[in-house]
């Protein structure tokens, strides 16, 4: 079955330092989108791409569509403590459901 | 209310017992998810339904795991004869589209199940 991959599985940066997670899908992808999860939280909606080589950006996040939509990366520039989570990205091909990678666990050195 | 919430946020039951989680999504929407988090993992898809029918079930990991939305409003993810297997975090998720993979799904808190 369609299956999502996202690494790194833990990053740990220093405050101010940059981060990227990436999603691999095993197939192609009708959209993907991201959400964060704070520590004992639930997941929040960040975003969706749906567009091949589709670029967004907010504030310092930048979001990618690969252009074969089957991978995606999320990066977040000078990262500050407020964005301490699990960052999951979560694949849909059309089928109403989503799949979601297993996650990337960002912890910050402040 | 202003969001999913769900009932109980959490729940010990001992092996075997039967569980039933509640969710009461955003007022007005059509979609709604139930999933299940493992400890570090991602969130897994167990069912969906658009109003009161269930129209995906593929995710419910045997038949002693059953849902229901009778009223194309409130759900209950019900499991039978609960199993060590069964811990996790089930979360609801609701959405206001027909497609709710190309729209935002509003999770829930979550309940925690710990089945001893």
């Known amino acids: 079955g369609q299956q999502v991959m996202q690494i790194p599985q833990y990053q740990h940066v220093q405050e101010g330092e940059d981060f990227t997670t990436y999603c691999n899908s095993s197939t192609t992808l009708s959209n993907i989108q991201w959400y964060k999860q704070r520590p004992g939280g639930h997941p929040v909606f960040l975003i969706q791409l749906v567009k091949s080589g589709e670029v967004k950006k907010q504030k310092r996040l930048t979001f990618q569509f690969g252009e074969a939509k089957k991978n995606s990366s999320l990066h977040i520039t000078a990262t500050q403590t407020t964005d301490v989570g699990t960052y999951f990205c979560a694949g849909a091909r059309g089928a109403q459901k989503l799949v979601f990678g297993q996650g990337t666990r960002l912890t910050i050195n402040p | 209310g202003a969001g999913v919430s769900q009932s109980p946020r959490y729940k010990v039951a001992k092996r075997g017992q039967d569980v039933a989680l509640r969710c009461d999504p955003i007022?007005?929407?059509?979609?709604l998810f139930w999933y299940q988090q493992a400890l570090g993992q991602g969130p897994e898809f167990l069912t969906y339904?658009?109003?009161?029918?269930?129209?995906?079930k593929s995710g419910l990991p045997s038949d002693r795991f059953f849902a229901e939305r009778p009223e194309g409003s409130v759900s209950t993810l019900k499991i039978q004869r609960t199993q060590q297997e069964d811990s996790a975090v089930y979360l609801c998720a609701s959405s206001s589209s027909l497609r709710p993979d190309t729209d935002t799904q509003y999770f829930g808190p979550g309940t925690r199940l710990t089945v001893l």
């Open positions: 339904f658009q109003n009161e029918a269930q129209l995906d």
């Open positions: 007022s007005g929407h059509v979609s």
